[in-house]
């Protein structure tokens, strides 16, 4: 029985149902052009999965297999695929945005499709309500998740006996739309990018330093300056490591932190059956027909950090830096875009998904429309944070700020979290506010009033 094992976003060997089923095995990673081609040529993403692919390689090596890498059209390259030999199935987790599902369901006509459960933790038919129907709202589906978490197999998945089918394997084949065959070395600079020196930290390293944080992690998880959350975001995205793994680690710790812990594992699960459930949030407000104003010089600041608000600014850079931003300032950037400036939400998320190196569709998605005011979640459009008022609370000696904005290392800390401050003084080399917040914020409610 030959099968296709198709890595997507479960880089690793460790604990990988993929590789539990047996017989004549294809391991295959796809860069699939359809993505790429959108993507800047020094993206930093590029340069972390290149990273996990060759691990995931030689990793491979030492149960006997190993990875074949294509370049391509995920369509073409199956074409390719059974043209050179006859396969039973391919074998793929599971995702659940527009363009995956049409992807998977081209191929399914090619080719049986098997999807194993790895992303998540749960099925998206595991968990509704009493009627059969999903849940809208976070709190009674956390409720029926913790309860069938408590009794839910997450044993680790062991690697089965597998023949390896024979193919070139030391090279990326490519293959374009007419089906022309080139095979080039396995470096990164042949699928068109540059290689971008990240600080990578394998995540079993990560997991050893949660031990000494869970305890405070839900009072300090907030504050922008403190190291205090997991930071597996990037790896539980491409499956460097298992969110099986993670439970389990996190069930031996004997803390009261695990619970806030573990649910917001739950809550990544949740924004993932929505958009499952109701694929149209992908694009559309869930609610309310206001779909922010169309402004291209203020999108401009925004992107560029210049909005004159501090706290706005050093989230931007952080992002352009590092593709990382600390998940508070998410939230105070998304609420400050859609609700201070105004601009449509899909905007925003289109800003984040081209810069995160976390970027998962589901989650971006439906926080950027919690935040927009225009989603699922029951707390409606009145709800805007203060930039200030946030900063001040959890960025209160303003090192985060001063850490990406240089500019303002000399500025009284207090004085980053005054709008008014920051209105009437000069700063050299940085700008002044480009709103008053309490006047848009205001202008934005009653907007929102009007599409009720």
Known sequence: MKRILWFRRDLRVEDNPLLSLDGDVLPIFIFDTNILESLNKDDKRLSFIFYYVKKLKQELLSYGLNLKIFYGKPEIIFEYLLKENSFYEVVASPDYDSYAKERDLHISHKLPFHYIEDTYIFKTDEISKDDGTPYLVFTPFYKKARALLESKDIQEYEVSTNSLIETDYDVITKINETMNVSKVAIKIQNKGFEEVILNIVEPHLKLKALKNKIDNYKEQRDYFSIDASSNLSVDIRFGTIGIREVLRFVFSLKSSGTEPFIRQLIFRDFYAYLLFHFPNIEYENYKYSFNGIKNNEMYELFCSAK????????????????????????????????????????????????????????????????????????????????????????????????????????IESKYLHDEEYLFSTNIQDYPKPIVVHKEVAKKAVEIFKEYK
């Not at 608000?309 to 998410?330: C, F, K």
């Not at 950037?333 to 899909?346: C, E, N, V, Y």
């Not at 998962?360 to 926080?367: C, W």
Request: proline fraction near 6%; glycine fraction near 6%; charged fraction near 25%.
């Open 307 to 410: 909005t004159g608000v501090p706290i706005i600014d050093a989230g931007v850079r952080e992002l352009l830096q590092t593709g990382n931003i600390h998940n508070r300032v998410r939230m105070i950037i998304a609420s400050f875009f859609t609700k201070d400036l105004l601009l449509p939400w899909q905007w925003g998320e289109k800003f984040f998904a081209k810069y995160l190196l976390d970027y998962d569709k589901a989650s971006n998605v439906l926080s950027w429309q919690w935040s927009a005011g225009t989603g699922v979640d029951p707390q409606p459009y009145f709800r805007v944070f203060n930039p200030y008022l946030q900063s001040k609370k959890y960025d209160k000696d303003a090192l985060y700020i001063k850490k990406y904005i240089p500019e303002l290392f000399d």
